[in-house]
């Protein structure tokens, strides 16, 4: 029970952390600003993706 706990902290305590400091929102306003980097953030994740998929 004790191990299912650490991992369940390890999961979502980055999560509690983001919502509590209010990065989500500072990212959003940045995306806002930059919308081009949408575009390459999404490359970025669909090519390490495919890399990762077919390796």
Same mark, same amino acid.
């Given at each position: 029970?004790?191990? @299912?706990?650490? @991992?369940? $902290?390890? *999961?979502?305590?980055?999560?509690?952390?983001?919502? &509590?400091? $209010? /990065? &989500? $929102?500072? /990212?959003?306003?940045?995306?806002?600003?930059?919308?081009?980097? *949408? #575009?390459?953030?999404?490359?970025? @994740?669909?090519?390490?993706?495919? *890399? @990762? #998929?077919?390796?």
């Amino acid at each position: 029970m004790k191990v @299912i706990k650490q @991992i369940l $902290n390890f *999961i979502f305590e980055p999560v509690r952390f983001v919502g &509590s400091r $209010n /990065i &989500s $929102n500072v /990212i959003v306003k940045f995306f806002d600003k930059h919308k081009w980097l *949408i #575009y390459v953030l999404a490359l970025v @994740i669909t090519t390490a993706v495919f *890399i @990762i #998929y077919y390796i």
